[in-house]
């Protein structure tokens, strides 16, 4: 795992937090689903600080 990664696992986590079922899709946590809808690590950072879950300053 890179340091990349760990902003959207605090993004992942925060999700989830607040009740959204957050999975990854593959081995190398690039892609996450919600419901659905497919989400790259810079589109679930996105969605993150859109809820005011995480600081929109450490996005990717």
């Given amino acids: ?3 990349e990664t760990e902003p959207v696992l605090e993004a ?5 937090s607040a009740g ?3 999975n990854p899709i593959g081995d190398e946590l690039e892609r996450w689903q919600i419901g659905d809808l497919i ?3 810079a589109e679930l950072w996105r969605l993150a600080a859109s809820r005011r879950l995480v ?3 450490a996005s990717q």
Avoid at 12 to 16: D, K, M, P
């Fill in 1 to 3: 795992m890179t340091d």
């Fill in 12 to 16: 992942v986590a925060a999700l989830r």
């Fill in 20 to 22: 959204v079922a957050v």
């Fill in 39 to 41: 989400f790259s690590d």
């Fill in 55 to 57: 600081e929109d300053g």
